[in-house]
């Protein structure tokens, strides 16, 4: 379950995964803060700590 505060009133949203489990960042302060790309992962079920760019474009442009 996740808590989300917006400046004017608090969500809260549940997930539950079929297979796995999720991988909780270390809590300071009883607060965890993430960034919306961990966030992302983490609701996905993937390991955002064992991060791995897995495509890189060959040109630019």
């Known amino acids: 379950k996740i808590i989300w505060w917006d400046g004017q009133g608090a969500c809260l949203f549940a997930k539950r995964l079929e297979r796995g489990r999720f991988v909780w960042p270390a809590a300071k302060d009883g607060k965890v803060h993430l960034s919306q790309a961990q966030l992302s992962m ?4 993937i390991d955002w700590r064992i991060t791995k760019q897995t495509w890189r474009p060959l040109t630019t442009g």
């Open 42 to 45: 983490l609701l996905e079920g």
